[in-house]
């Protein structure tokens, strides 16, 4: 079973800078099957990249994701303020779907 | 539009069985995936497993092998839950969500609006 390793766990910026999250692969991830999705309180996780670079459906392009092998990045260029969120990465595909435990983004 | 729409909170006693529903609506339903997702309260997400609506073929991540059921009725293209011999902490709001390709592994495109389950004596 492949686990997802994120970091940091919490990440404190301002809104404007520039945000890197990492996720880290136990297993090297085959296919490219890597998502990155944002969850606020109280609201279901959002789907922002899949296939580890391609933007979902009405996702900024101020979001972008890159990666391979075990080492991905998600990253948030000019943070707006709706952008303050928790951030997880999944491996999907292969039958077993697993999550990262997540990253806090919040504003300092 | 693609929804997928949760039955409400539950409370159930130590011991019980729950059953979450996931009504689905504005797309072909035998066509996609449905996973289902846990979240205690206040940490991460958690794979449960998935169910194929067309011939009801389910996946369970080895934790959940034992004592959760996923079924589908085609006829009102709902996807059920089941979660036996509840604990503690089984305590936390449970997600259905869509893999938005029907024909490649692909990520979850919607998602529900998640249902609380908790488990209190």
């Known amino acids: 079973e492949i686990v997802l390793t994120q970091s940091p766990g919490t990440l404190s910026l301002s809104p404007g800078d520039g945000a890197t999250l990492s996720c880290r692969a136990s297993?090297?991830?085959?296919?490219?099957?890597l998502a990155w999705y944002q969850q606020k309180p109280g609201q279901p996780p959002r789907l922002l990249i899949y296939?580890?670079?391609t933007r979902a459906t009405g996702i900024p392009d101020r979001f972008s994701g890159s990666g391979s092998g075990t080492d991905f990045t998600l990253t948030i260029s000019r943070l707006e303020p709706e952008d303050f969120a928790v951030y997880y990465c999944?491996?999907?595909?292969?039958?077993?779907?697993?999550f990262g435990q997540g990253t806090k983004l919040d504003i300092k | 539009q693609v929804q997928l729409m949760q039955s409400g909170t539950d409370v159930k006693r130590p011991g019980a069985s729950v059953r979450v529903s996931c009504k689905t609506s504005?797309?072909?339903?035998?066509?996609?995936?449905i996973h289902w997702v846990r979240q205690a309260p206040g940490q991460g997400l958690e794979w449960m497993g998935w169910?194929?609506?067309?011939?009801?073929?389910?996946q369970y991540a080895q934790k959940f092998q034992d004592w959760v059921t996923m079924t589908r009725d085609t006829s009102t293209r709902t996807v059920y839950m089941e979660v036996s011999s509840l604990k503690s902490d089984d305590s936390a709001i449970y997600f259905c969500?869509?893999?938005?390709?029907?024909?490649?592994?692909?990520?979850?495109?919607?998602w529900g609006q998640g249902t609380m389950v908790i488990v209190s004596s």
């Open positions: 999944q491996k999907y595909g292969g039958s077993l779907y697993t």
């Open positions: 297993q090297s991830i085959s296919n490219n099957y």
């Open positions: 169910i194929y609506p067309r011939n009801g073929k389910t």
């Open positions: 969500a869509r893999e938005s390709s029907g024909w490649k592994s692909d990520a979850f495109d919607t």
């Open positions: 296939d580890v670079s």
């Open positions: 504005g797309y072909t339903f035998t066509d996609f995936y």
